[in-house]
């Protein structure tokens, strides 16, 4: 109950193109929804979260969708840049529950010009 | 000042050596967290401490020991590692333990030999 389940593995973009990074959770206590982006060598950083009082947020390329019914959440990256090669992980954790997050497996995006 | 720094950057340790590692966040952050991430695998929640006190230790061996002196800083002291505790540690800090996002470090990239 505790998990979060993260698909796919890799990916594989075009320059331009959108990414699209999926995850789905079985604990509806969760309350926190982060995205973080983590390059080789550095440590994660936040990219976008979002709670379940909205189905969608935006912030530049970064979009999260989240489907509270089904308790899945995905992460787009429009116009996709080699920049953006990186793994991404998605997470959840529950308000008062001492932060503790729960972490998907990771995807790690390449983006090719 | 939005960072959490960490130091040293690389450390190579025997297995009968003492070393440890030091985190640091001027944030006014109450909550402060260790995580260990092994190649290709998210971040593993090791320890949380809130307002200077051990709120969490996810059963971690006693080889690992944390120590908070104060609000901005943070120490992991190692002793007896094994080769399989080779990997990143990340510290991280967050407003409190209650919700809201953490803020990661570099990570010190710790060898045991």
């Known amino acids: 109950q505790q998990q979060v389940k993260q698909s796919p593995q890799s990916l594989i973009v075009q320059k331009g193109g959108i990414s699209i990074i999926n995850c789905a959770y079985e604990?509806?206590?969760?309350?926190?929804f982060p995205w973080y982006q983590q390059f080789p060598g550095k440590g994660p950083a936040l990219l976008i979260a979002?709670?379940?009082?909205?189905s969608e947020k935006k912030e530049g390329r970064f979009t999260i969708s989240f489907n509270k019914s089904a308790k899945q959440f995905s992460l787009h990256i429009m116009d996709s840049q080699p920049g953006d090669s990186a793994t991404y992980f998605c997470?959840?954790?529950?308000?008062?529950?001492?932060?503790?997050?729960?972490f998907g497996a990771g995807t790690r995006l390449a983006v090719h010009p | 000042d939005t960072e959490v720094t960490q130091t040293p950057k690389h450390l190579v340790m025997g297995m009968t050596n003492k070393k440890s590692l030091k985190c640091e966040q001027h944030?006014?952050?109450?909550?402060m967290y260790w995580y260990k991430q092994k190649a290709k695998k998210p971040p593993e929640l090791m320890f949380v401490?809130?307002?200077?006190?051990?709120?969490i230790n996810e059963s971690v061996p006693s080889r690992f020991s944390p120590e908070c002196p104060n609000s901005s800083l943070l120490n992991l002291h190692l002793h007896a590692l094994q080769p399989e505790d080779s990997a990143l540690y990340l510290c991280?800090?967050?407003?409190?333990?209650?919700?809201?996002?953490?803020?990661f470090g570099p990570g010190t990239r710790l060898t045991v030999l």
């Open positions: 979002i709670r379940p009082d909205v």
């Open positions: 997470a959840a954790s529950i308000r008062g529950g001492y932060n503790k997050l729960i």
């Open positions: 991280a800090s967050s407003q409190t333990d209650r919700g809201g996002e953490q803020f």
């Open positions: 401490y809130s307002y200077e006190k051990l709120s």
């Open positions: 944030m006014g952050h109450r909550a």
């Open positions: 604990n509806t206590a969760f309350d926190y």
